[in-house]
Antibody, heavy 122, light 110 residues
């Protein structure tokens, strides 16, 4: 059974840093591209970042987080990470890790974690 | 302001059919595949439709998807109260080099 479990969320002051983790199981983690998607309270989905399979040589970021957030993966630990620096109030959201569906022509997400809440407030 | 435009809400009676529209541009829907997600209250999104009109294993054929030009549509037939949820469209945007989502549509089954 595919499982994605996020952790690392919490309350952080503006300007602070936080590192989110996503533990993957039930599939060959290194063979799948992964993403972070966030959802502010009461708002819609916002894609955050993408990392490709294997060593993750291809990475994309949303303009809203570019230069502040860094996505990475450790295939030996079956884990995905999001290092978040210079946090702002508008980064407050539930952060989901999501797997890119294989054997699809388009980019879509077939498995999602349960999410971890990040609250940026003084 | 989302890159893809969806109606904020739709509603219909149990057993009826409803459609949800998703409008974009040539940089996203016009040249890429569309997916649809269902988000029940308090839960993570779930993939409903991918590659414009394909259903993942386990998704009933009451759910369908289509695309024409720079717009896509999600159709749900035989509405059930359990279908009450937020629905999102998503695709790749080549100009932004980013995944983009619609703002979401809340479905109410009256």
């Amino acid at each position: 059974e595919v499982q994605l479990v996020e952790s690392g969320g919490g309350l952080i002051q503006p300007g602070g840093s936080l590192r989110l983790s996503c533990a993957a199981s039930g599939f060959t983690f290194s063979s799948y591209s992964m993403n972070w998607v966030r959802q502010a309270p009461g708002k819609g989905l916002e894609w955050v970042s993408y990392i490709s399979t294997g060593s993750g040589t291809t990475i994309y970021y949303a303009d809203s987080v570019k230069g502040r957030f860094t996505i990475s993966r450790d295939n030996a630990k079956n884990s995905l990470y999001l290092q978040m620096n210079s946090l702002r109030a508008e980064d407050t959201a539930v952060y989901y890790c999501a797997r890119v569906k294989a054997a699809a022509d388009g980019t879509c997400f077939d498995y999602w974690g349960q999410g971890t809440l990040v609250t940026v407030s003084s | 302001q989302s890159v893809l435009t969806q109606p904020p809400s739709v509603s219909a009676a149990p057993g009826q059919k409803v459609t949800v529209s998703c409008s974009g541009s040539s940089s996203n829907i016009g040249n890429n595949y569309v997916s649809w997600y269902q988000q029940l209250p308090g839960t993570a999104p779930k993939l409903l439709i991918y590659d414009n009109n394909k259903r993942p294993s386990g998704i009933p054929d009451r759910f369908s998807g289509s695309k024409s030009g720079t717009s896509a549509t999600l159709g749900i037939t035989g509405l059930q109260t359990g279908d009450e949820a937020d629905y999102y469209c998503g695709t790749w945007d080549g100009s932004l080099s980013a995944v983009v989502f619609g703002g979401g549509t809340k479905l109410t089954v009256l």
